[in-house]
């Protein structure tokens, strides 16, 4: 399977939404546009573009390098986004 691809109906969906979301989240807080990050994270643009709506999966090496552009670790960021999917309320007493 190739290191990413376009996504169609995935149960995962909210969670690459998110992930994604923190992505740029975490881009803007340095005032990088698209281009900046898709330079330093070694990708290209309209592939980060679909990564940061939710529509693309990617694999661990892409995100070592985004993480690594954007001087955090790749932890923090799937931690920070995954806390807001049901993957949250699992540790909860509710779950």
């Known amino acids: 399977m190739p290191a990413h691809y376009s996504r169609k109906d995935s149960k995962f969906d909210a969670e690459f939404k998110e992930i994604g979301a923190e992505i740029r989240r975490l ?11 898709a330079h330093f994270g070694s990708v290209g643009y309209s592939f980060l573009n679909d990564v940061e709506k939710g529509k693309r999966n990617f694999s661990l090496a892409v995100l070592f390098d985004l993480s690594l552009a954007l001087n955090t670790t ?22």
């Open 74 to 95: 790749p932890d923090r960021i799937l931690k920070s986004a995954l806390a807001k999917s049901h993957f949250g309320r699992l540790g909860s007493p509710d779950a």
């Open 27 to 37: 881009r803007q807080k340095k005032k990088w546009n698209l281009e900046g990050l």
